[in-house]
């Protein structure tokens, strides 16, 4: 499989080069050149398989040879071993037509480590057999860095940086990080905001030796191979409620784009989902967008649910190029005009693309703790203030379609107590894994929001060669 850039401006590179670079050089996005095909066959065949398996049968075209079937298989195992429930992702009825779909039995208990998992695992794997190290650098406002750290810790090739801005993120969350003991975790707090931390990382990388010297890499939400591994969800609950012979809808809380793009690339390789609907908070960019044709930029706003409070949805860049007949300099020229002002209208016909698939939906705070507290007098479920916002959805656009709709849970209700408390009067308890969270030992570097003192830290900890390929 060849992969080529949103922009058609970069080099057309293989799996494994994707999975390392991450960001094309000319700025864009990569995608797979053509979307592999199931038939009806094959996705028959998917309901016979767990989790792991199905994930696994999902990825291998994309792999496209890089990584042998069985080793493939066995990255697969290994990733979704660890999650908390049999099924990795169970599926549950709400009512007569919306179905829920928990992603949140991994690790972190949020969504994001259905993918990170994978990718923590095809990073070591590629980088062994190329007898190569990374140093991966992140900043994080709470939830991604976890993830992160996750899929890392204990990876043989990896050593992996997360700056957070101290005091600034929940103790959930810095413990989530900080408990963390594994020799090649490290976890700095910057005396500063989540913006510094950013800030601090991007230098890092425009340090180009620097960069080159540790060896820097990231595995942040634009990296290909962590669509890829959220497509296989979509595919193993499509099959549950009667795929390929039944079409369902799916409703996604949406942030960067990148869970409801692989709905998108499972349409495209032949599930049957009849609609995809967007869930915004009050910082509705796309819902906005498929409403009116036109992507205006407005300020962030702070709302319960944070890892969707985004005005740019980077991987919405890949949707773009699909709606624009995959004509890079087209997407480019958007983009560029959108960055410059703020703002952008899409063509007639992208547009028609767009809808025909496509709906969005928003919810303010105060309608999202009125879901949430709905949801729990009528069936008991406790959902975090994202799912909710996906179950509402689903709800609002599905009208009297007879077709399924399956709302994404993406993170666990516990890790949102206090929007729990405020909505159902109750707080939830976390999972016997992280019952303990509060007594263990954490481990944490206290850094002023200074470059050079956050590379000297990053040196010293790597040690002389650290970084650089082994032989
Ligand atoms: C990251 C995240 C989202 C948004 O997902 P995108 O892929 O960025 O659209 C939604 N809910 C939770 C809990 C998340 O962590």
Same mark, same amino acid.
């Given at each position: 499989?060849?992969?080529?850039?949103?922009?058609?401006?970069a080099?057309?590179?293989?799996?494994?080069?994707?999975?390392l670079?991450?960001?094309?050089r000319?700025?864009?996005?990569?995608?797979?050149?053509?979307?592999?095909?199931?038939?009806?066959?094959?996705i028959?065949?998917?309901?016979?398989?767990?989790?792991?398996?199905?994930?696994a049968?999902?990825?291998?075209?994309?792999?496209?040879?890089?990584i042998?079937?069985?080793?493939?298989?066995?990255?697969?195992?290994?990733?979704?071993?660890?999650?908390?429930?049999?099924?990795?992702?169970?599926?549950?009825?709400?009512?007569?037509?919306?179905?829920?779909?928990?992603?949140?039995?991994?690790?972190?208990l949020?969504?994001?480590?259905?993918?990170?998992?994978?990718?923590?695992?095809?990073?070591?794997?590629?980088?062994?057999?190329?007898?190569e190290?990374?140093?991966?650098?992140?900043?994080?406002?709470?939830?991604?860095?976890?993830?992160?750290?996750?899929?890392?810790?204990?990876r043989?090739?990896?050593?992996?940086?997360?700056?957070?801005?101290?005091?600034?993120?929940?103790?959930?969350?810095?413990?989530?990080?900080?408990?963390?003991?594994?020799?090649?975790?490290?976890?700095?707090?910057?005396?500063?905001?989540?913006?510094?931390?950013?800030?601090?990382?991007?230098?890092?990388?425009?340090?180009?030796?620097?960069?080159?010297?540790?060896?820097?890499?990231?595995?942040?939400?634009?990296?290909?191979?962590?669509v890829?591994?959220?497509?296989?969800?979509y595919?193993?609950?499509?099959?549950?409620?009667?795929?390929?012979?039944?079409?369902?809808?799916f409703?996604?809380?949406?942030?960067?784009?990148?869970?409801?793009?692989?709905?998108?690339?499972?349409?495209?390789?032949?599930?049957?989902?009849?609609?995809?609907?967007?869930?915004s908070?009050?910082?509705?960019?796309?819902?906005?967008?498929?409403?009116t044709?036109?992507?205006?930029?407005?300020?962030?706003?702070?709302?319960?649910?944070?890892a969707?409070?985004?005005?740019?949805?980077?991987?919405?860049?890949?949707?773009?190029?699909?709606?624009?007949?995959?004509?890079?300099?087209?997407v480019?020229?958007?983009?560029?005009?959108?960055? @410059?002002s703020? %703002?952008?209208?899409? =063509? *007639?016909?992208? +547009? !028609?693309?767009?809808?025909?698939?496509?709906?969005?939906? &928003? $919810?303010?705070?105060?309608?999202?703790?009125?879901?949430?507290?709905?949801?729990?007098?009528?069936?008991?479920?406790?959902?975090?203030p994202?799912?909710?916002?996906?179950?509402?959805?689903?709800?609002?656009?599905?009208?009297?379609?007879?077709?399924p709709?399956i709302?994404?849970?993406? @993170?666990?209700? %516990?890790?949102?107590? =206090? *929007?729990?408390? +405020? !909505?159902?009067?109750?707080?939830?308890?976390?999972?016997? &894994? $992280?019952?303990?969270l509060?007594?263990?030992?954490?481990?944490c570097?206290?850094?002023?929001?200074?470059?050079?003192?956050?590379?000297?830290?990053?040196?010293?900890?790597?040690?002389?060669?650290?970084?650089?390929?082994?032989?």
């Amino acid at each position: 499989m060849k992969y080529v850039s949103t922009r058609g401006a970069a080099p057309v590179l293989d799996f494994e080069e994707v999975l390392l670079a991450g960001l094309a050089r000319d700025g864009g996005l990569y995608l797979p050149e053509t979307w592999p095909q199931f038939s009806a066959e094959e996705i028959r065949a998917l309901a016979r398989l767990d989790y792991a398996e199905l994930a696994a049968r999902i990825a291998r075209p994309f792999v496209g040879g890089a990584i042998p079937d069985d080793e493939l298989d066995g990255i697969f195992a290994e990733a979704y071993a660890g999650f908390d429930h049999a099924a990795v992702a169970p599926l549950k009825q709400l009512d007569r037509q919306v179905w829920f779909l928990e992603l949140f039995h991994g690790p972190t208990l949020a969504f994001k480590d259905m993918a990170m998992q994978v990718l923590g695992r095809l990073f070591d794997h590629v980088l062994a057999r190329r007898g190569e190290r990374v140093t991966i650098v992140g900043a994080t406002s709470g939830d991604t860095g976890a993830a992160a750290i996750e899929a890392c810790r204990d990876r043989s090739q990896i050593e992996i940086f997360i700056l957070h801005p101290e005091g600034r993120v929940s103790e959930v969350q810095r413990r989530q990080m900080t408990t963390v003991t594994a020799a090649n975790v490290h976890n700095i707090a910057i005396q500063g905001t989540f913006d510094d931390c950013q800030d601090l990382v991007k230098a890092m990388f425009n340090d180009a030796a620097f960069r080159d010297e540790m060896r820097l890499s990231a595995v942040n939400s634009i990296n290909w191979a962590r669509v890829m591994a959220q497509i296989a969800y979509y595919f193993a609950a499509a099959a549950a409620l009667g795929a390929p012979e039944r079409a369902v809808s799916f409703a996604v809380p949406t942030g960067n784009f990148g869970n409801i793009f692989a709905g998108y690339a499972a349409r495209a390789m032949g599930l049957p989902i009849e609609r995809l609907y967007v869930g915004s908070n009050s910082n509705d960019i796309l819902a906005r967008t498929i409403a009116t044709g036109d992507m205006a930029m407005a300020e962030v706003v702070p709302t319960h649910s944070p890892a969707m409070d985004i005005q740019v949805s980077s991987n919405f860049e890949r949707l773009l190029f699909e709606l624009y007949g995959r004509d890079g300099a087209a997407v480019a020229a958007l983009l560029e005009g959108f960055r @410059a002002s703020g %703002a952008c209208a899409l =063509e *007639a016909g992208a +547009l !028609a693309a767009l809808r025909q698939v496509f709906a969005g939906h &928003r $919810l303010d705070d105060r309608e999202t703790v009125a879901e949430m507290a709905r949801l729990y007098r009528a069936t008991g479920e406790t959902v975090d203030p994202h799912s909710a916002i996906g179950i509402a959805t689903a709800r609002a656009l599905a009208g009297d379609s007879e077709t399924p709709v399956i709302a994404l849970g993406t @993170a666990h209700p %516990a890790k949102f107590p =206090e *929007a729990v408390e +405020l !909505a159902c009067g109750m707080s939830p308890d976390l999972p016997a &894994r $992280l019952a303990d969270l509060f007594e263990r030992e954490e481990r944490c570097l206290v850094l002023p929001n200074d470059l050079s003192e956050v590379q000297d830290a990053v040196r010293a900890r790597l040690g002389p060669g650290r970084g650089r390929l082994a032989s």
